[in-house]
């Protein structure tokens, strides 16, 4: 297994969680799966069950992957990243409520 970088931009709705006034929130996690298509699957399915509203979802790649496209990753992204291959789960390790329209997906990165 990999785990993967996935950015998930989620609406509303009802019992999300979200604060008062957002339209919606960016969400960093990180994922382990055989592939990415099977990542993805498995986090919306998991913020489903969470009450979110997941509208969309931007990979960035494995570790390695992320690397050679020249992101930055610091030892705590790493140590997530660690820690979601070893207890075979799905990490969110930001989120970032919205007040107005969505950012680029890519600025949640950095």
């Known amino acids: 297994m990999k785990v993967f970088t996935l950015v998930i931009e989620l609406g509303r709705r009802k019992g999300d969680g979200l604060p008062k006034g957002a339209t919606g ?7 382990p799966a055989n592939d990415e ?3 993805v699957r498995e986090t919306v399915a998991i913020l489903k069950q969470a009450d979110m509203a997941p509208l969309d979802v931007t990979g960035y790649g494995t570790l390695d992957e992320r690397l050679a496209d020249g992101h ?3 030892e705590a ?3 997530l990243m660690d820690r979601a291959l070893a207890e075979n789960s799905v990490i969110i390790a930001q989120m970032t409520p919205w007040f107005g329209t969505a ?3 890519e ?3 950095h």
């Open 72 to 74: 930055e990753i610091d």
């Open 107 to 109: 600025s949640l990165l």
């Open 77 to 79: 992204e790493r140590a």
């Open 25 to 31: 929130a960016g969400l960093v996690c990180y994922a």
């Open 37 to 39: 298509p099977e990542a």
């Open 103 to 105: 950012p680029d997906p």
